[in-house]
Structures are given as C-alpha cells and as structure tokens.
C-alpha cells in the first residue's frame, strides 16, 4: 500500500508559498532547491527565499514589480538552477525528464515510461520536479495508484492494467489549492 500512495511531506513542507504575481517559475524552483539542499528537505544548508534566490539571480526589489512571464521559461529556470548551485557550492543538474512536444522534446520516452520514472523520482530522495503546464509551474510532491476496481482497494499489489494513476502536484500560488491531483 505505501508504494500506491506516496506523498513526501518534505516536498510539501519545502513549497514556497505564496508567490509573487506570476513567479511560479521562480516559486517551483525555489521549492525544489529547498527540498534538495536545505535542512528542510534533504541537505544541510539553510532555507533559501524567493528574495534570496532573485538577489542571487541578480534582481532587484521591489520583486513584486518584476514581469516575470516574458522571461521565466524552462530554459531559464534551468540556468538559474545552476546558478544558485554554483553560488551556494551544492552540485547538481537539470534537464528536460519528459516533455513530449516542442522545442527540447524528449525523444525515445513514451508516457507511460515517463510516468513509471517519475514515480520512481519521487521516491528518490536526490531528484526534485518542476511541472509546466499552461504557463504555469507546480511541484509534483506524489502520487497515488487508484485501483480500477473498488474490491481491489485494499489489494497489496495491482498491476499497471488494474489502476490509474494520480499526481500530487503542490501550487505556490494562494489563489489555488496547495495540491492537485492530474491524471
């Protein structure tokens, strides 16, 4: 059962929230360095804040005048990874994990295979997700397998055919729920 409902309350602590107006990019990636790095994830460093992260990305305040939406792309949030790694001396990487259309596509990974990595990925205590849909970015912090079938609810193990899948995934913006779920 605890393999069909994962919620790492880590990932959920380490969600910076609330967001200044349109800075879910810098948000999510807040979170997810927090999460990889700080004592309230899984490192030693202490918490960084969305000011600390900007300042270090060479922004100046006020932050809740910056436009981030013309900016802030995947790309971007890749580089600023970097960035705040190297200014904090933490190693680290970032790529594309599955992205099935556009620019930066991934290729040779089906969906169903994604979802299979990703699941492994959020019990991976070194992996953080940041997830762009609809120019907004969230934080996958679980999931949950949901048997097909009511009488498998309490079933030990299902197969892949006898369930779906849901992701959890954290909001940092206070106009919306902390959590979702996708299918």
């Known amino acids: 059962m605890m393999q069909r409902k994962v919620l790492d309350q880590r990932r959920w ?6 967001q200044y107006q349109k800075s879910c990019g810098i948000s999510a990636l807040v979170s997810c360095w927090n999460y990889l790095y700080s004592n309230l994830g899984n490192g030693s460093c202490r918490p960084i804040s969305q000011e600390e992260a900007l300042s270090v990305l060479g922004f100046k305040p006020p932050f809740c005048e910056i436009r981030f939406g013309p900016f802030t792309g995947n790309v971007a949030l890749m580089r600023w990874f970097q960035l705040l790694n190297k200014h904090f001396g933490v190693p680290g990487r970032s790529f594309y994990f599955y992205k099935p259309h556009g620019k930066g596509c991934t290729i040779g990974l089906s969906s169903n295979d994604a979802l299979a990595r990703l699941k492994l990925g959020l019990m991976d205590e070194n992996m953080a997700f940041i997830y762009h849909c609809q120019n907004h970015y969230f934080c996958p912090v679980g999931y949950e397998d949901v048997p097909l079938a009511a009488s498998d609810a309490y079933k030990p ?17 206070r106009k919306h729920p902390g959590i979702h779920y996708k299918l």
């Not at 602590?13 to 609330?18: A, I």
């Not at 299902?158 to 779906?164: G, H, I, Q, R, T």
């Open 13 to 18: 602590l380490c969600m910076s929230r609330p």
């Open 157 to 173: 193990v299902l197969l892949d055919s006898e369930a779906e899948t849901w992701i959890l995934i954290a909001d940092s913006s």
